[in-house]
């Protein structure tokens, strides 16, 4: 067993600090990351949706990595649904973030510029991005309707 100064056991100190927690939701949101591409891919390809970014809320504020020269500023972390492609996160550099207009939508060359698939984020930000899809693919379903509704004005039965 290992232990840190003080006695604790490491497991014990990551339980404290909700590591092992973090690691369930980690492993939770891997599980199922595969069906929300896949269902992702699906709906994009029926072609009611363009493709498009549908950002939800922050997931993280992240330091980088001590190797680039942006060391006053962190790194923000945006869950997103980029149809076709997926789950992930934006990222933008905080004083980038920071000018944004509060209504800002980014254009897809843009998200795409910006987008972290699911795979390649780190367990972190996918332990957050479960709590994200929900509410991601909620605002799928209200476009969805949306186009079905203004399609049916079109057509009139």
């Known amino acids: 067993?290992?232990?840190?100064?003080?006695?604790?056991?490491?497991?014990?100190?990551a339980k404290r600090f909700g590591v092992s927690d973090a690691r369930n939701a980690a492993e939770h949101a891997e599980a199922h990351a595969g069906e929300l591409n896949t269902l992702a891919r699906q709906i994009a390809g029926v072609g009611i949706i363009p493709e498009q970014a549908i950002v939800g809320k922050p997931l993280l504020v992240r330091d980088y990595e001590i190797s680039t020269?942006?060391?006053?500023?962190?790194?923000?972390?945006?869950?997103?649904?980029?149809?076709?492609?997926?789950?992930?996160?934006?990222?933008?550099?905080?004083?980038?973030?920071l000018d944004l207009p509060s209504d800002f939508e980014p254009s897809i060359a843009e998200a795409r510029?910006?987008?972290?698939?699911?795979?390649?984020?780190?367990?972190?930000?996918?332990?957050l991005l479960a709590g994200h899809t929900e509410s991601l693919f909620g605002e799928v379903i209200s476009l969805v309707e949306h186009r079905r509704r203004w399609l049916q004005s079109l057509y009139p039965e």
């Open 69 to 97: 020269d942006a060391s006053n500023t962190v790194q923000i972390w945006h869950a997103v649904l980029l149809l076709p492609d997926g789950i992930g996160a934006l990222v933008w550099d905080s004083e980038e973030y």
């Open 113 to 127: 510029g910006r987008f972290i698939p699911f795979v390649g984020c780190p367990p972190v930000a996918k332990a």
């Open 1 to 13: 067993m290992n232990v840190l100064a003080g006695g604790e056991s490491t497991s014990a100190a």
